[in-house]
């Protein structure tokens, strides 16, 4: 099956960049550098929505780039993040949804903004 069609799991994602980096990076770059990189790449994706979604218009030496490409750059690094310093993303989602979902069980439902 095409890797590039298949569906993976944020754990099954976590070993991927693991064993990425373990056969092709060399070693993770330090945290703090990951930060910086996480910082980058959202940067760049926020360029990218800015110009096709938002008021900003690209330049004639600007890359038009691909949108999906910017988010797994981002989730690439963040996942760098996550394995190097022992997070468990599947778990933490779980948790931050249910946190959510019991913050603003009705909130959203009440924000009469979001019915316009």
């Known amino acids: 099956?095409?890797?590039a069609t298949t569906d993976i799991s944020l754990r099954e994602?976590?070993?991927r960049v693991d064993q990425w980096i373990k056969e092709i990076g060399v070693r993770y770059f330090n945290e703090l550098t990951n930060l910086a990189q996480l910082?980058?790449?959202?940067?760049?994706?926020a360029r990218l929505i800015s110009r096709t979604y938002g008021e900003q218009s690209f330049k004639a030496s600007d890359n038009k780039g691909d949108l999906g490409d910017e988010m797994a750059d981002v989730?690439?690094?963040l996942i760098c993040l996550a394995n190097q310093t022992g997070i468990d993303l599947t778990a933490a989602l779980e948790r931050n949804l249910d946190?959510?979902?019991k913050r603003d069980k009705e909130r959203?439902?009440?924000?009469?903004?979001?019915h316009s």
Do not use: I
């Open 13 to 15: 994602a976590q070993e």
């Open 108 to 114: 959203h439902r009440n924000n009469e903004k979001l």
């Open 1 to 3: 099956m095409d890797s």
């Open 99 to 101: 946190k959510k979902t």
């Open 75 to 77: 989730l690439f690094v």
């Open 39 to 45: 910082v980058e790449e959202v940067g760049e994706l």
